[in-house]
């Protein structure tokens, strides 16, 4: 059974930073490239970040580029999203993705999905 279990969302102020962790089982995780996510209340999901499966490629929405910072450690299963500089438009939940390649997921194609994680912004 594959998991996706995201952690580290909660409350923060604005020019504040979280780093949110998703731990992956259930996958051969070195196999996959994964992503974050996120969705606010009525909207489309948004993409924020894809690292490919060795960690040489990244890719960022661009409301995130530069404050955000994608990261994965393999042996143990696990890939990070630090959030830096926070705003409240970043309040938001965010969901991990697993997929077959890192521009794959940037164009929303994943095999895998986290229960997602809250992440609010207070101003």
């Known amino acids: 059974q594959v998991q996706l279990v995201e952690s580290g969302g909660g409350l923060v102020e604005v020019g504040g930073s979280l780093r949110l962790s998703c731990a992956a089982s259930g996958i051969t995780f070195r196999s996959y490239a994964m992503g974050w996510f996120r969705q606010a209340p009525g909207k489309e999901r948004e993409f924020v970040s894809a690292?490919?499966?060795?960690?040489?490629?990244?890719y960022y929405g661009d409301s995130v580029k530069g404050r955000f910072t994608i990261s994965r450690d393999n042996a143990k299963s696990m890939v990070y999203l630090q959030m830096n500089n926070l705003k409240p438009e970043d309040t938001v939940v965010y969901y991990c993705?697993?997929?077959?390649?890192?521009?794959?997921?940037?164009?929303?194609?994943?095999?895998?999905w986290g229960q997602g994680t809250q992440v609010t912004v207070s101003s």
């Open positions: 690292i490919s499966w060795n960690g040489v490629t990244t």
């Open positions: 993705a697993a997929g077959n390649t890192a521009v794959g997921l940037k164009n929303s194609k994943s095999n895998y």
